[in-house]
């Protein structure tokens, strides 16, 4: 048995590719993967989600959409876009 590991990812095409061991999908802009600055109920529950899952044996290449989704402005489809900076 291997050390688990899991990655965070905000893009899930991009991670179908790559396949990693194990990913969970969060829908957060760039740069606030685990949510907004001093939001440290949403980072403690995301880091949270991520030992549980790391723990957890699943098949090489899943991705595990977590429950978060930005909804503070759309900073994450402009991104997306290519429209933020």
């Known amino acids: 048995m291997g050390i688990p590991t899991v990655s965070l ?3 899930k095409e991009m991670t179908q590719l790559v396949k990693p061991s194990k990913a969970l999908y ?10 907004d600055v001093g ?15 790391a723990a957890e044996v699943k098949p090489p290449g899943t991705i595990i959409d977590l ?11 402009r991104q ?5 900076h």
């Not at 429950?67 to 489809?77: A, F, H, N, S």
């Open 9 to 11: 990812t905000l893009v």
């Open 26 to 35: 969060v829908r957060h802009p760039f740069g606030l993967t685990l949510g």
């Open 39 to 53: 939001d440290a109920a949403t980072h403690a529950a995301i880091l949270r989600d991520c030992l549980r899952h």
């Open 67 to 77: 429950p978060y989704v930005w909804t503070k402005d759309d900073l994450r489809e």
């Open 80 to 84: 997306l876009r290519k429209e933020a």
